[in-house]
Nanobody, 125 residues
Framework: QVQLVESGGELVQAGGSLRLSCAASGLTFSTYAMGWFRQAPGKEREFVVAISWSGSSTYYADSVKGRFTVSRDNAKNTVYLQMNSLKPEDTAVYYC??????????????????WGQGTQVTVSS
C-alpha cells in the first residue's frame, strides 16, 4: 500500500530553519505531484506548496513564498521542504501529500490522493 512518511519536524526558534522530508513507497513516485499542507490547532488544513512530478513546476502559498523551498529526488522517492525564516505562525502539523496534478493540489486538500501521518513543527517566539 501507499505510504508517505514525514520526518524533520521539531521545536525551533523564530528566524530559524528546518528541513522536512517525506519518503514515499507503494506508488510510482516519479508520476505523482507531491506537496505539503499544514494544519494548526483549531484551523483547517491549508495548502503550503506543491511540486510537479518532474520538479519543473512549483506552487507556493503566499504566506511562505520567499521563505520555503520544495524539492524532490525521484531516485530516492523523497520530497523535501526547506523552511527558512520561520515564524510562530508557521507552527502546525505538516503533512506530505501526493496527487496527479501539482496545480490541482494547490487548490486544496480535496485534490490529494494520498497523505502522510504528519510531523509537528513548533516555532517559538
Amino acid at each position: 500500500q501507499v505510504q508517505l512518511v514525514e520526518s524533520g519536524g521539531e521545536l525551533v526558534q523564530a528566524g530559524g530553519s528546518l528541513r522536512l522530508s517525506c519518503a514515499a513507497s507503494g506508488l510510482t513516485f516519479s508520476t505523482y505531484a507531491m506537496g505539503w499542507f499544514r494544519q494548526a490547532p483549531g484551523k483547517e488544513r491549508e495548502f503550503v506548496v506543491a511540486i510537479s512530478w518532474s520538479g519543473s513546476s512549483t506552487y507556493y502559498a503566499d504566506s511562505v513564498k520567499g521563505r520555503f523551498t520544495v524539492s524532490r529526488d525521484n531516485a530516492k522517492n523523497t520530497v523535501y521542504l526547506q523552511m527558512n525564516s520561520l515564524k510562530p505562525e508557521d507552527t502546525a502539523v505538516y503533512y506530505c501529500a501526493a496527487s496527479k496534478s501539482a496545480r490541482a493540489m494547490s487548490r486544496g486538500a480535496h485534490e490529494c490522493d494520498y497523505w502522510g501521518q504528519g510531523t509537528q513543527v513548533t516555532v517559538s517566539s
